[in-house]
């Protein structure tokens, strides 16, 4: 990019810096109230109206509660990584905006050459924050919770790299803002079943229902960090949702055609929220539409269901490439009208093959 503020490379730099921080906290409260707000309803409630009209400051309200509470570390813990782990989880949700671009070509680095690459090595990183949390507390539950936070979270990091895989392969690029350049028809449209499955995988990714039984109350104890209070569980809570808003924007960017839209040139940026907030909508609708898998069936569905969808995708993306991406230079449009019908077959097949294993699970006395 040949533009930067002031003329100056650290100016741009210290510049989008600033600007990803404010935008992702600003964000993540808008998103919280946003969740609580759309829950209503769909459970036949007002939901929060209380903290000014229509309960907008209920996320500034919850912040004040949180900062005033005590903090609370074990006599057993390791207190300094028990201290860190919160910064750890949510320090990748900073460095996954580094990449993407909020309209043409701004950002902070969003022409990086192996931008998605990143974005997938990044939110790996989270894997850490939450195995430092669950060996740090010294509580047996925070560590077994923790690693099947971890068990999760590798298993489905498989079936949301094939999926961005097919991105990759219809683009010719690994960088964000070549993906969205790529997009004359957004890519959701022409891989129905990427798109499917890259959202399946990121709400398991980043522990969203109907995938957040390893943070539920009715399992160990709340998961990895049953230790923490205060300030420290806020910073849990925040990369939760930072999480949420980072996968958002990153959907929006791989499969929703990022910034353009009608009067991009004007309102790329205001695109670009557009599609960030409807990606989140389907992650609140799906949370509070499915019930919580049990641990042993979400990760059957993981390695048995999703990945051998994931690998037929690849399969299918490439096999069109390779026929029709010399003759027309890219997937052409009609090739909706095969792909739509193929994913469904292919769901249909191989969820007629696709068994929950193990039955009911009891104690014998």
């Given amino acids: 990019m040949d533009w930067w503020p002031l003329g100056n490379f650290w100016a741009h ?56 509470k005590e903090d609370i570390v074990p006599a057993v813990a390791d207190k300094w990584v028990h201290f860190i782990a919160p910064v750890v989880g949510f320090l990748p949700v900073l460095l996954i905006f580094a990449v993407v671009p909020f309209h043409d070509g701004h950002g902070l680095i969003p022409d990086m050459s192996i931008g998605i690459l990143y974005v997938v090595a990044i939110s790996a990183l989270s894997v850490v924050g939450v195995f430092m949390a669950g060996w740090s507390s010294g509580n047996k539950y925070s560590l077994l919770g923790g690693m099947r936070v971890i068990a999760q979270m590798v298993s489905y990091e498989v079936p949301l790299v094939l ?10 690029s690994l960088s964000m803002n070549e993906i ?35 943070e539920a109350d009715s399992e160990i104890v709340a998961g990895f960090h049953i230790e923490y209070s205060g300030m420290k569980f806020a910073m849990f809570y ?43 909508f389907l992650l609140i609708w799906a949370r509070v539409t499915f019930p919580r898998l049990r641990v042993d069936h979400l990760m059957g569905f993981g390695w048995k269901f999703l990945f051998p969808l994931a690998l037929m995708n690849v399969f299918v993306v490439a096999a ?38 193990g039955g009911r699970v009891g104690v014998n006395a």
């Avoid at 790529?182 to 995938?211: D, H, K, S, T, Y």
């Avoid at 052409?332 to 469904?344: D, E, G, K, Q, Y």
């Fill in 13 to 68: 730099f210290a510049v989008f810096a600033l600007a990803i921080i404010v935008f992702v906290l600003l964000m993540v409260m808008v998103f919280i109230w946003f969740e609580r707000r759309a829950f209503g309803p769909f459970q036949m409630r007002w939901g929060p109206n209380r903290a000014s009209p229509w309960g907008a400051l209920q996320p500034v309200a919850d912040a004040i509660k949180v900062l005033l």
């Fill in 163 to 172: 999926s961005i895989i097919s991105v990759v392969l219809v683009a010719g």
């Fill in 180 to 214: 969205v350049a790529a997009q004359e028809i957004p890519f959701f449209v022409l891989m129905p079943l990427g798109f499917l499955i890259f959202l399946i995988a990121a709400m398991a990714e980043i522990n969203r229902g109907p995938f957040d039984l390893l």
């Fill in 238 to 280: 925040l990369a939760e949702y930072g999480h949420a808003l980072a996968m958002s924007a990153v959907a929006a960017t791989l499969f929703f055609g990022g910034w353009r839209g009608p009067g991009d040139e004007y309102i790329g940026f205001l695109w670009f929220l557009l599609k960030v907030f409807f990606i989140f």
């Fill in 320 to 357: 069109e490439m390779i026929v029709w991406g010399e003759i027309d230079g890219g997937m052409p449009w009609w090739i909706v009208f095969i792909n739509l019908p193929a994913a469904l077959v292919l769901i249909y097949l191989w969820s007629r093959l696709f068994r929950f294993g």
